[in-house]
Each structure stands twice: as structure tokens, then as C-alpha cells.
Nanobody
Framework: QLELAESGGGFVHAGESVRLSCVAS????????VTWFRQAPGRGRQGVSV??????LKQYAEVVKGRFTVSRDHDTVYLQMNDLQPEDTAVYYC??????????????????WGQGTQVTVAA
């Protein structure tokens, strides 16, 4: 089994940057596809970015393209978020699955989830 933990969230102002990390507190993350989701108050969970096992395949939601970058290093997956805007305010979650699929933003596909980390962006 895999247990995930996110870190790196916080309070920033518009235009600033934050880097989130996702690690496995139990199990090994290196053999899993990892996807970042976010959930803003009153809204559903939204897929932000996915990275495959090798790190050679990365995809992004349109609203974050050019500002967010996903990467991985051994057992840690990162989400570098630049030029943050108030609409990026959300709880950010990492999720994992053993297999990549093109419909990577489907919430129900992922059996393993972290507890989330809050990112708040003030105008």
C-alpha cells in the first residue's frame, strides 16, 4: 500500500511562487504515476498536472500551463507554481496510480491520495 503526504503550501501574494512536494510516507512513490489535483472552496476537485513514472511525460490543465511545472526525483514529486493568482487558491492534493491513462484528471481513478496542503494567494 501507498500513503502520500504533501507539503509546501502556505500564504503568498499574487505573482509569487510556491513549490509543493509529494512523498510516500509508506511505500515507494518511484513506481507510480503521480497527479496533482486541487480543490477550491465550493468546487469539485480539479486535475492540475500529471507525471509518469519516468518523468518523461507531463501534462497540465490549460489554466496552469506556462506557470506550473511538475517534476520528480526518486521518491518525491514536485509541483513548482509560479506567478500564482488568487484563483489558484485551493487545497492541493497528490494522488497516485500504477498506470498512466490519457484521462488522467479523473478523480475516481486514483486509489492513493494525500491529505492535501492549503495554498492561499492574496491579491
Amino acid at each position: 500500500q501507498l500513503e502520500l503526504a504533501e507539503s509546501g503550501g502556505g500564504f503568498v501574494h499574487a505573482g509569487e511562487s510556491v513549490r509543493l512536494s509529494c512523498v510516500a510516507s509508506k511505500g515507494t512513490l518511484s513506481s507510480y504515476v503521480v497527479t496533482w489535483f486541487r480543490q477550491a472552496p465550493g468546487r469539485g476537485r480539479q486535475g492540475v498536472s500529471v507525471i509518469n513514472v519516468s518523468g518523461g511525460l507531463k501534462q497540465y490543465a490549460e489554466v496552469v500551463k506556462g506557470r506550473f511545472t511538475v517534476s520528480r526525483d526518486h521518491d518525491t514529486v514536485y509541483l513548482q507554481m509560479n506567478d500564482l493568482q488568487p484563483e489558484d487558491t485551493a487545497v492541493y492534493y497528490c494522488a497516485a496510480h500504477s498506470t498512466y491513462i490519457s484521462a488522467w484528471a479523473i478523480v475516481s481513478y486514483y486509489p492513493f491520495w494525500g491529505q492535501g496542503t492549503q495554498v492561499t494567494v492574496a491579491a
